[in-house]
Structures are given as structure tokens and as C-alpha cells.
């Protein structure tokens, strides 16, 4: 079983900053690739922005030039930096792994969210 853990949300004013974690742990062979998520209300959920093992990134137009995803493969963690944060940015945002665990099986697994608050 792979948990992940996810932290460094909260309450911030329009242009702000802040810096998601989220840390795997548990049963783990490899990470393939490891991605933020996040659900305003009323809204579906969407891909914020991901990252491969050997380090290609992909991000949403919405969040292009202000957002900044990396990971460090050591520590099965991977960061959000989020920069000139706007009202819209407002969501549950959940991180998303997937790899393969150490009996071989493939796994899949979402963290429990951490909710970031933009003010106007």
C-alpha cells in the first residue's frame, strides 16, 4: 500500500505565494510519475501540473509561468511553488502517484488534499 501525504496549503492574498508538498510512502519499488490535481466546488477536477521521473513537466495553461512542479526521487516527495496566486486558483489540491510497488504490482494512489484559499 502506498500513502500520500500532502501539506503547505492555506489561506493567502491575491499575488501570494505558497509551496505544496506531498510525500509518498509505503510499499514502493519505482514512481513513474507524480502529478497535482485540484477540485473547486461545483467544478471538475482538473491536472494542475505532473512530472516524470527523468523530470518532463506538464502544466495547465491556467497555471503556466506562475506555477513550478519538481520532485526529489530520494524522498518519493514532490513540490507545488505556486507564485502570483489568484482567486480562481482557490481549490482542494490533491497529488496522484503512480508506479510500482515492491511485490511487482502496479499501484495508483491519491493523497487526502490540502485546501488552498485565495482572497481578493
Known amino acids: 500500500q502506498v500513502r500520500l501525504v500532502e501539506s503547505g496549503g492555506g489561506l493567502v492574498q491575491t499575488g501570494g505565494s505558497l509551496r505544496l508538498s506531498c510525500a509518498a510512502s509505503?510499499?514502493?519499488?519505482?514512481?513513474?510519475?507524480m502529478g497535482w490535481y485540484r477540485q473547486a466546488p461545483g467544478k471538475q477536477r482538473e491536472l494542475v501540473a505532473s512530472?516524470?521521473?527523468?523530470?518532463?513537466?506538464y502544466y495547465a495553461d491556467s497555471v503556466k509561468a506562475r506555477f513550478t512542479i519538481s520532485r526529489d526521487n530520494a524522498k518519493n516527495t514532490v513540490y507545488l511553488q505556486m507564485n502570483s496566486l489568484r482567486p480562481e486558483d482557490t481549490a482542494l489540491y490533491s497529488c496522484?502517484?503512480?508506479?510500482?510497488?515492491?511485490?511487482?504490482?502496479?499501484?495508483?494512489?491519491w493523497g487526502q488534499g490540502t485546501q488552498v484559499t485565495v482572497s481578493s
Open positions: 509505503g510499499s514502493i519499488f519505482s514512481i513513474n510519475a
Open positions: 496522484n502517484a503512480d508506479g510500482k510497488g515492491r511485490a511487482g504490482w502496479p499501484f495508483a494512489s
Open positions: 512530472v516524470t521521473r527523468d523530470g518532463s513537466t
